[in-house]
């Protein structure tokens, strides 16, 4: 191969030769931020009646629903605040006993203890 020779890196030179020319003649292709943004909301909200969804479905299988709204809003605002890291814990594996279907996991009676 001589010095000359541009026939050994054609993909390179092709390369080359297309930023060089792009950044020339301006020729990006110009990003639609308006649509893009669009977009994301779209999923975002999507994301929100997705999770608002899962909720009412998951206080229905658990046999929340049977509660009136003041004692279910009670209860988790208890859960919420709750600072015992045992406590959570426990909350935690019993949740997760309840979406692989465990008898830990079995809705709790409505004078259960928490």
């Not at 191969?1 to 930023?19: E, H, I, K, Q």
């Amino acid at each position: 191969m001589c010095s000359g020779d541009l026939t050994a890196f054609p993909n390179v030179l092709f390369y080359a030769w297309r930023t060089i020319e792009t950044r020339r003649l301006g020729m990006r292709k110009p990003r639609d931020f308006d649509a893009e943004l669009k977009s994301l909301e779209d999923k975002a909200k999507t994301l929100k009646d997705r999770k608002v969804r899962q909720l009412g479905e998951l206080v229905i299988a658990t046999g929340a629903d049977a509660l009136d709204i003041d004692t279910l809003a009670g209860g988790l605002l208890d859960l919420a605040d709750a600072g015992n890291v045992a406590r959570k814990d426990a909350w935690r594996k019993r949740g997760a006993g309840f979406f692989r279907g465990g008898k830990d996991g079995a809705p709790p009676s409505a004078g259960g203890e928490q």
